[in-house]
């Protein structure tokens, strides 16, 4: 459970994996734009795609909501 809190660890995460491959536009950007449009022709692979890609993500999200609560109780 610590490497899921992990500030450092994720911000590696999202630049590297969240992004990759870089050119010509980040991979995860593609998919969701794809998805924005209607996701017409999308295979269960593109959709694992954007879980794999778009997870170090929902992390980073998921950190932010912690300490902003974290906060707000204090």
Same mark, same amino acid.
């Given at each position: 459970?610590?490497?899921?809190?992990?500030?450092?660890?994720?911000?590696?995460?999202?630049?590297?994996?969240?992004?990759?491959?870089? !050119? &010509?536009?980040?991979? +995860?950007?593609?998919?969701?734009?794809?998805?924005?449009?209607?996701? =017409?022709?999308?295979?269960?692979?593109?959709?694992?795609?954007?879980?794999?890609?778009? !997870? &170090?993500?929902?992390? +980073?999200?998921?950190?932010?909501?912690?300490?902003?609560?974290?906060? =707000?109780?204090?």
């Amino acid at each position: 459970m610590k490497l899921l809190n992990d500030f450092r660890l994720i911000i590696l995460l999202c630049l590297t994996l969240g992004l990759a491959p870089f !050119f &010509p536009e980040p991979h +995860l950007w593609g998919k969701l734009k794809w998805i924005a449009g209607g996701a =017409n022709g999308m295979q269960p692979v593109d959709w694992f795609d954007v879980v794999l890609h778009g !997870f &170090p993500w929902v992390l +980073l999200i998921r950190i932010f909501i912690l300490k902003i609560n974290k906060k =707000n109780v204090a």
